[in-house]
DNA sequence: TTCCTTGTTGGACGAACGTATAACAAGTGC
DNA sequence: GCACTTGTTATACGTTCGTCCAACAAGGAA
């Protein structure tokens, strides 16, 4: 009889995804000073030298969760929104409401991001990251309040506010759910934001 | 002659200060990652041991300098409304747009403050302060509404989106400074606020 | 001056870190 | 069934981490 295969190879893009996943879940957990090499090996169930062998440092792997983060959330939306059917008004409080609403407010989500946040001043590569998706998340923003016939001059402060309006909300109903009623967070985003865009028309 | 002093005595709660105000410096410069016990004794210019001898360990030094850095900015919100006189909508406006200028939106702050938060998932103390916090901050809030005129009914649900909205343009400032105009943030606010309180009384 | 208290130093210690690398073995092609 | 490629493991290395502690010395008391 032989003996069990001591590892399975993998796909290299299934690995790497793995590895990216792994990588999520232990800076979900432990936050950004507990998430190592070796942690997150153990998380992955493989050994530590993998991780150099497919992204050459940690930092790296770091860097590529951050952008699978992103795109996950960034889908998210787009589903919200697509489901919202063709009503322009209803596309634009779906893009809202979607971010207070499973799965993007989650904790364990909060918490990655968080961990990202804590290595842009030491690392630049994150940080632009981080300024390009926000340039991004706004912009189509302004489409939708452009298609829900927000005028022109106002566009851009109303895009910033709402835009600062759901980062607060979703900050702190993932840092501490116990203050929000079920789906308490989207409604109060869905009456500020009809208070917000009746100034603007 | 005499020998000059190897090192100065520093009264008990001078010197802690200075340890903290140490540590919120390293925090800012280098991230959570790079807040070490050697790194905050160099910059304060001591031995690494006495730091240990003041706060037993790094977490307890780390906790201490998350209340102070609370403290200077309730301080200086304060400060701000206290400056804006006795009109109660020139109060409001000013506690929300305190946090937009000068001291407080600043980035060397919020990388203190995201170095606190990143430390959440592994330590609940820190957690618990900021949940304190942030109940404070919004119970002040509340008290400011109602003295403008809001309806008991809407207290609950202005404050939270107002503290949201300051949150999340505080975060965006802070992050990418380039994306505003010198006080273009607090003017946005100001709009923002004014829209909101509007529909509430 | 001399003594005493205690703030302060500086190094020792084991653990955990990131990275590099040689040896191993799984799976494919022949 | 055999050889070859290469994904994977396990270990070693030097560094840095947090904590501890014995020795030192600054500054006030006697």
Redesign the pocket.
């Known amino acids: 009889m032989k003996?069990a295969?001591?590892?399975?190879?993998?796909e290299?893009d299934a690995?790497r995804a793995s590895l990216i996943a792994a990588c999520a879940r232990v800076l979900a957990r432990e936050g950004a000073a507990?998430?190592?090499?070796?942690?997150i090996?153990l998380e992955a169930?493989?050994?530590?030298?993998?991780?150099?062998?497919?992204f050459?440092?940690?930092?790296a792997l770091i860097a590529a969760s951050y952008a699978h983060v992103e795109a996950q959330v960034q889908a998210a939306i787009d589903a919200a929104v697509a489901a919202a059917g063709p009503d322009p008004r209803a596309r634009l409080e779906a893009y809202v409401t979607a971010s207070l609403l499973p799965p993007i407010a989650d904790s364990a989500l909060l918490a990655t991001w968080i961990a990202f946040w804590s290595l842009v001043p030491a690392n630049p590569a994150i940080a632009r990251q981080h300024d390009e998706q926000y340039a991004g998340f706004r912009q189509r923003l302004e489409q939708l309040l452009a298609q829900c016939g927000t005028s022109t001059a106002a566009l851009r402060p109303a895009a910033i506010a709402i835009t600062a309006l759901v980062d607060g909300l979703w900050l702190e109903l993932c840092l501490s759910p116990q203050t929000f009623a079920e789906g308490e967070a989207a409604e109060i985003a869905r009456r500020a934001l009809a208070a917000l865009i009746s100034t603007d028309r």
Not at 45 to 54: D, E, K, N
């Open positions: 003996p295969p001591a590892f399975k190879r993998a290299p690995r507990g998430t190592s090499v070796r942690a090996a169930g493989v050994s530590p030298g993998l991780i150099g062998h497919y050459g440092s940690v930092d």
